[in-house]
C-alpha cells in the first residue's frame, strides 16, 4: 500500500496481481492500492465506486475513482467532452447516460452513484460530510506507443454542483447529468493521497473520526467547515506542472491533465474568437481588473450600459447552468430587452454592439462570422449567419464560484449601474438576491380584502425556518451588545439585539443557519450589514462599502468562531473581496 502522487502515470493492466511493482516501466496501480480491508479496485469504467462498508456511525464509501479518456471523446460511444482544468482545480464530468439508454436519466449506475455522492458533498453538518466518499480523478494518458492501460492521477476531489442537461449522438438528443467537480489542494501533503486514508475509511472497526485522521487537510477542512471555505481550499498551479516540480519531461509531454476543448466545424474560416486573444490564464484579480475597466462610449459625461449589461446578462446564464454561448437571435431578443428597459433614455437599442465589441474585453467569444465579414459586420450580418457570442471559457470557469460571481456582479453594478433601480435590473435578469446579503424567500403570495377597519392582506409564503435556539444563543453570548458599535438596546422588559447571517440563508445564497454564520448587531447595522453598506475586511475591521472607511472593529468573543469563508463572502456581495488573500480568522481575545 503506497501513494498517489498528482501527476505520476501508473500502469492499469490486465494482469491486476498486486505483488507486482512496476509493469511496461510504470508503477502497477493495484500494487500501489493493494489492500487487506478493500476489494481490488476497478479502473476499467468512467465511474469506479469501492463498495461501501458497514462502520461504525454509518455506512460509508471509501471512495470514487473517476477515470477520463480524451480518445473517445465526441464519439457515439462517448458524445461527450471532459474538461480537466486542474492549473485552477476544476474538473467538468459528464455522467454515463447514453443515447440507446431507455432507463430513466439519473439510474445508470455511474450517474446514480456520483449523484448519491453529490448529496453527502451538500450535507449541512460535520458528521454528515465525514462519510461523504472522496471523488479520486484520473486521467488516460499514451505511454510506450499505446493509449491502453495507462492513467495519471490527477488529484481529490469534491462534488459542487450537478446539472441535467441535453446532449446527442447519432443526430439524437438525449439526456445526462454534468457534474462540476472542485479539486483540493494537496500541496501539505507534497501532492499525494495517502492510500491509507482511503483503506481507513472502508474499515468498519473505524469510525467516521477516526478514518479522517490520515485525510489530506484540504477534506478534514471541507469535511468541517462545508462548501463555504472551499475558494480557500482550491488547488492552483502554473500551467505545465503538478505543483510540485517532480514530473518528468516525459510525463509532461505526454499528459492530458487539460483537455482541450473541441474544435468548432466552422473554426477554420471563422474571425478569432478574441480580435486581441482571449486570456488562457485568467486570475480572479484580472477579471475584476477586466470589468471595472470595459471600453464603453461616454456621451454627454454618460457611460453606455451596453456592454455591463450584456456581461450581466452572460453572467446570470452561468448563475443558472445555462450555456455560456448563445446564438445572436436570442442573444438580441434578450439582450435587446434589457438595453430598452434599463439603457439611458434616448439610447440606440443595439445588441449588435455589445456582441461583437465585447471581445476587446477578453471576457467574451463569438463564434461563426467568417474572416472576410469580421470588418464590417452589423446586425443583418448576425441575423443572416446567427453566429454565437457569450461569456468565454475561462471567466466562465472562474464565475462558477459563487464568491467570485458575486464580487463580479458587484463591480458592474457600482462601476457602471449604480443608478439603476437595482432589484428590478436584478429581477429581470433573473439575479434576484444578489442586491443584499439576506437573499429572497423561495415565493410570497399575497392577497388584500377590506375586512375591518383597515385593509387585510392574506399571505402565503414559503419561508425558511431559522433555528430561534440558536440566535437567542449568540445573542446572549454578546450580552445583547451589537458586536460592531456596542450598543445594547434597552426594552422595558430587558435588552434587544438582532442575529445577523453573514451568507443569507435566502436564495441565491443558500448559507448554513449554524453559530459561524452568525453575527450580533443593533438593528441599524444590521440593515446597513444586509444592504450591503458594511463589511469585515480580512483583519476584522469593519469599513464603509462606499469609501473604505473604517467603521471600527468587529468584537470577538472566544465560544462565537466566526467562519472567515463566509465574511468573504459577503464582501464579494459588496464588490471589496480582497484577491489573492486569504481572510485572516476572527480568532483574537475580546478587548477588555
Known sequence: MGSLRVGDVFRSAQNRDPSVARIDGYPNIHHVTASTVLAQIQLSKGINPISKAKAAGGRRRPAILIRSSPWKAGTAETPWHDVFDLDNGHVRYFGDHRVDHTVPVGTTQGNAVLLEALREHQATTPEERALAAPLLIFAAVSRNGTWKGYVEFCGAAVIEDAKQIEQEAKGRPFPNYRYDLFVLDLTPEDDQVDWAWIEDRGNPELSATDALLRAPRSWRQWVEQGHAVLPELRRRTTRGGNGSGRRSEDDARGSMAHFPVPRRPDASDSASSAPIGSLEN?????LMDK?????????????????????????????????????????????GGLLAEFGHPNSSVTPEYPFWHLQTSQLWDVHGVPAQQAAKVHAATFDRLNPEGGIGRQAE?????????????????????????QHALMERLGLAGYESASGIADFAEDQVTGAGPAARRTVASSRIVRDTELSAKVKKLHGDRCQICGLQLSTRFGTYSEAAHIRGLGRPHNGPDELPNLLVLCPNHHVQFDALAIYVDPDGVVRMTADGSRLGELRPHPAH?????????HRALCGRDTTGRRPAPLDRKPSP
Request: hydrophobic letters at 40%.
Open 291 to 335: 470589468l471595472r475597466s470595459l471600453k464603453v462610449h461616454q456621451r454627454n459625461g454618460r457611460q453606455s450600459r451596453h456592454k455591463p449589461l450584456a456581461l450581466l446578462w452572460g453572467i446570470s446564464r452561468v448563475a443558472t447552468g445555462k450555456p455560456s454561448i448563445a446564438p445572436w437571435r436570442q442573444f438580441r431578443d434578450e439582450v
Open 282 to 286: 485568467m486570475t480572479v484579480g484580472v
Open 397 to 421: 470557469r472562474l464565475l462558477s464560484d459563487p464568491c467570485v460571481r458575486s464580487e463580479a456582479i458587484a463591480v458592474l453594478r457600482e462601476t457602471y449601474l449604480a443608478d439603476i433601480d
Open 561 to 569: 468562531q466566526i467562519n472567515a469563508a463566509h465574511l468573504r463572502y
